[in-house]
């Protein structure tokens, strides 16, 4: 299949390698020349095996016609995405963090099939063309919009023992239950710049988290206990990863954070003080860290 991969951040770097590795004749689309010119030089470097994979790199705004499209952008960068993609015939296949895609996609026509996705393997970007897999998990896909039977063609092509692919029947619950995770584990490790697994030794952490799941299940309509269940068994089974909201503070760069607690912000129809304090909190260090480099 003719695919193409939007982003060159750790998860478009790493779900062109798997894909690339099935045969596919994957592109990977990019934002800078200099990104562009190393993965045509080199291909994207498996740094926990010995394997190179070997895929084209193009600019965003050279984009093509493909079988499959995946974003794999931040949600900040989705609305510029979208103006590109709108008059695209693809097949169209998002993974963010958060739920505040789903707005933006609503607002737009696109004629082709909508797919959503959950990304659940462990991605560390070292450099423009180098990816470390932290961790192996499946995708998961459920129908936004369009044809059905796009979304099980989607399956039987790219579903894998290295790139296995479940379908979720509603993707409302699919990106909620994962909006919850991301909504206590991302701002946690972020603010307290800790690993994912150190969320559950400190008791007073534990106690924040709990009132941040609770709010979160409230607003989508999730039950409470069952979540942090989930979040627990989440956080101790990737115990030494580092969240993406973390290493976005780390490297200066802007988090997800609006696509996550400022959704759920967006949608509660009541208070959520735990959720509206850890989205200040994370859009007060980006402003900070903002300055720094501006001074720097």
Known sequence: ????????GAVGLLISSLLADQGHQVTIYVRRQDQKHMINKIGIEFLSSPDIFQVR???????QQEDFIFICVKYYQ??????????SSSTLIFIQNGMGHIDLINKMDFASTIIVGTFEHGALKVNDYS???TGKGKLNIALLSGN???????YKAID??????????????MLSEKL????????????????NGEILTNPHVVALGKQLCKEA???LQLNAEKQWRRVIGIAGNTNENESSMKMDLKNNQLTEIEGISGYLLKHASVDIPYTRFVYQSIKALECYREREDKDG
């Open 1 to 8: 299949m003719k695919i193409g991969v939007i982003g060159g």
């Open 57 to 63: 790199a193009m600019l965003i705004d050279e984009l």
């Open 78 to 87: 989705i609305e510029q995405i979208l103006t590109v993609l709108k008059n």
């Open 131 to 133: 990816v470390i897999h």
């Open 148 to 154: 059905e039977l796009v979304l099980s063609s989607t």
């Open 160 to 173: 894998s023992l290295s790139f296995p692919v479940e379908i979720e029947q509603n993707w409302h619950v």
């Open 180 to 195: 919850v995770i991301n909504a206590v584990i991302n701002p946690l490790t972020a603010l307290f710049q800790v690993k």
């Open 217 to 219: 299940a409230s607003v």
